[in-house]
């Protein structure tokens, strides 16, 4: 058991995300995180990531490649047995985030025989009527923590029917949530989705800078818009008003200093 191992996880496969959008994320987190911790990749085509990121190969998902876009379907192969050294405490965290506070507060929520996962985001509808939009929303698996070993389960189950877990569960993350042993939600604040909670709703979002919370150590940007539509890089001042957010300018500097080389922390 390697119980003093602490590793971060990524997952590339495809051409969703090219390589210098796991390049970024790296430098985010190697300024977030102590030295000691290993930062990783499990992918089918390493070419173009930093040398400091240690690159794993893919597991053959037994699934038709076109449902894997069904969520993450790839995702489930982080819990077969030979991918993390046993015992390994392994935080898994989506490629399209930006790292804006430390992580390592991650690894002490990390316990044997527990899978750590982000309780999902309510909309803000269901923030602010709860009666009129109930929900009962459950793990979404853009963060993960998890002791290597202790969940083979999940890849399993998934691999003895993999078109079975698919019609019965429709996503990784409801896969994960339906399977996964002593199921625990990661503190409230830590992950801040930009549309649900980090900026408010457009048109407010114009008149606010759109911070994380000052205990948000992660912001996730599902769907649309992504980082790097939030910025002049790619926008004029109207596009961004038109994408309902307007221009943010945290976002403008995160991506300046992580789009750069290595800062080391």
Known sequence: MNT???????????????ADAFNRTYRALKVNLDSDVEIVCVTDDPTGLEPGIKSV??????????????????????????????????LYVDVDIAVVGDLMCFFNQIQPDEMQIIKDWKTYHEQWFPKLFPSNRGGNSSTLGFVAGDHSNIWD????DPDGSFANFGN??????????NLRYLPEGWTGPFKKS???L???????ACRPKPDCRIVAFHGSPELDDLTRRNRSDLQLLAEGFGRIRWI????????GPVVKK
């Open 157 to 160: 189950q998934f691999v003895a």
């Open 57 to 90: 190969p893919q597991a053959e998902i037994p699934l038709d490649r076109s449902k894997w876009n069904d969520g993450m379907w790839p995702k489930v192969a982080l819990f077969k047995e030979d991918v993390f050294p046993t015992g390994a405490k392994v």
């Open 4 to 18: 003093d191992i602490k590793i971060v996880t990524m997952i590339k496969w495809g051409v969703g995300y090219p």
């Open 252 to 259: 403008e500097a995160y991506l300046d200093a992580y789009d």
């Open 202 to 208: 457009p048109p407010l979002a114009w008149f606010s």
């Open 198 to 200: 980090v900026a408010p």
């Open 172 to 181: 990784d993350q409801q896969f994960i949530t339906g399977v996964a042993k």
